[in-house]
């Protein structure tokens, strides 16, 4: 079993959430802008339609974790793998086909996080660009809301409205792709989400002056969400990056 030392404590392999509430909202961004903001990272942005990539914003309230309780907010793309080839010649059946045959990964190119903790295990054992931020939740009234500040400027007031409750399902293991220190790394971990609802739209953004709200203009936001998702329970599992 692979283990690693974080500030004195074994942590092994892997790491297991064992309850958390998320929420998400999905927008519809320009892939140029998007590869813009993840060039550093030498991977490409899936065109889930022409010219239209997919980015995600999420909160969490981790209540039972391997790494302690914690609150965490994260920015993250659909990406091509590394290996996938060239992309596949534009229409509107192309994102779909390179979904297919390609696959596809969530890059994270923002991750901050309100303990330090989990800061130092999460960008010590996979590369998760983690960092202390003021993370303030609101999930016990109908609308679920986050308000991220970072050394002291607002990023954004993020507000989702939950929508229609959805049947369970099994969900595939997910590939998650990080570029720390000049690093790539790729996670493979796993999610069993519990009282889920989705909805087209749902989300209001407002956004402050810090650079990360610059970057999410940049890419058109505030703008209409193309879906919003809560999970009122949500357990996951996390194993070592390669």
Request: glycine share 8%.
């Amino acid at each position: 079993m692979a283990s690693h030392q974080i500030q004195g404590r074994r942590i092994d392999l892997p790491v297991e959430i064992r309850d958390a509430t998320a929420c998400t909202a999905m927008y519809l961004v320009r892939a140029d802008a998007a590869r813009a903001v993840i060039a550093y990272s030498g991977l490409d942005v899936t065109e889930v339609l022409p010219g239209k990539a997919l980015c995600t914003l999420m909160f969490a309230e981790y209540r039972e974790s391997d790494l302690d309780s914690y609150h965490e907010f994260g920015v993250t793309f659909l990406v091509r793998p590394p290996d996938a080839g060239p992309p596949p010649r534009r229409s509107l059946r192309a994102g779909l086909t390179d979904l297919r045959t390609a696959g596809s990964g969530v890059f994270v190119h923002w991750l901050p996080v309100d303990q330090v903790f989990t800061m130092a295990a999460g960008r010590e054992i996979w590369g998760f660009p983690k960092e202390l931020a003021d993370i303030d939740l609101r999930l016990s009234s109908p609308y679920k809301r986050c308000v991220v500040r970072r050394d002291g400027r607002l990023v954004l007031d993020i507000l989702i409205r939950p929508g229609l409750p959805l049947p369970p399902r099994q969900v595939a293991p997910l590939h998650a792709y990080t570029q720390l220190d000049g690093v790539t790394r790729r996670t493979t971990w796993t999610m069993r989400p519990s009282g889920v609802r989705a909805r087209p739209g749902g989300a209001l953004i407002r956004l402050g002056n810090h650079p990360i709200a610059k970057e999410l203009s940049e890419l058109g936001l505030p703008k209409h969400a193309l879906m919003t998702a809560t999970i009122a329970h949500l357990r996951m599992s996390f194993g070592p990056a390669v």
